[in-house]
């Protein structure tokens, strides 16, 4: 009687629950989808899904996502040689997010490319370069080699060559935007754009932060651009609408502090925050007054 091998196949990627996208209602982070060159990331209200049937798990979200939402999908193991990544077959394109990991966590200076595949990994190679650039880093040199010719029909000496070569190392990076804040600590991937004219300092921005880019207390609202990974749920509950995330890199980046002050309306009898220390509405008060309610 013929048996049946029972295979176990592996669990289907999905993203957890720390996704910004269900827990903020009106979240607008899409840096997975971004990055997905199948398509296979959706959005729903309060819900993200990865179609199975598309995703190949190529791990470009595992390097974007600003909050390690991806679960079930392991980055791809590289190839690599004397501080070169060797790519010598066709093999799931890495994203500048996954090379900038490479330079830090192996010290990778420089791409080995088969000839037929130059092509095809250029644009990342010259995006990574004005990256590093930009970060005052060495920029990566590119080696263009030739596939190794093979004599089929003399199959001894095609194993004996095999034998004599020498083996390549193979690794693995780390995943994440906090992993990268990890290596590159005085850089910063986002610029948060505040316009004071319309900021009520409400602290809402502060508050829904996890990386504590943005602080407020103490008569000071300070900005580290540094620990921002561009979720960008400031920018969502910010009701006047005067914060904005955009991706911007920067070297050797500095905090950002805003002084406020202590302030009582004179007409609602309520303590609020001021910009100026003389203030004597609060912004709700200015907006009935502008309305003509006062």
């Known amino acids: 009687m013929r048996r049946f091998i029972r295979v176990e196949l592996p669990p289907e990627p999905v993203i957890n629950d720390k996704c910004v996208r269900k827990r903020l209602k009106n979240s607008v982070c899409d840096s997975c989808a971004q990055v997905c060159p199948v398509d296979a990331i959706a959005f729903d209200t309060m819900d993200a899904v990865i179609n199975n049937q ?8 595992l390097f974007s996502c600003p909050v390690d939402a991806i679960d079930n999908i392991s980055p791809h193991e590289r190839t690599y040689q004397n501080n070169h990544l060797v790519i010598s077959h066709d093999e799931p394109l890495a994203s500048v997010e996954e090379l900038l990991v490479w330079h830090k966590q192996y010290q990778i200076d420089g791409i080995e490319i088969a000839e037929p595949l130059v092509d095809k990994w250029l644009p990342v190679l010259a995006a990574l370069n004005l990256k590093l650039k930009t970060l005052q880093e060495p920029v990566w040199q590119l080696i263009m080699t030739q596939p190794p ?30 992993a990268r804040k990890q290596f590159y600590p005085q850089d910063s991937w986002f610029h948060i754009e505040l316009d004071p004219e319309s900021c009520i300092l409400c602290g809402a921005c502060a508050k829904v932060c996890d990386e504590q880019a943005i602080t407020f207390g103490n008569h000071q609202f300070n900005f580290d651009e ?16 005067s914060l904005q995330v955009k991706p911007q890199v920067a070297k050797d980046n500095e905090p950002v502090t805003f002084q406020y002050y202590d302030a009582h309306c004179e007409r609602c009898r309520l303590p609020f925050s001021a910009w100026q220390q003389n203030e004597r509405l609060c912004p709700i008060c200015i907006q009935h007054k502008k309305q003509g309610w006062l």
């Open 149 to 178: 010719e093979v004599d089929s029909g003399r199959r001894l000496m095609f194993f004996r060559q095999k034998l004599d070569e020498v083996p390549l190392n193979k690794g693995q990076v780390r995943t994440g935007l906090n």
């Open 54 to 61: 598309l995703c190949y798990q190529c791990g470009n979200c």
């Open 226 to 241: 540094k620990r921002c990974t561009g979720c960008m749920s400031c920018q969502v509950v910010c009701f006047p609408k």
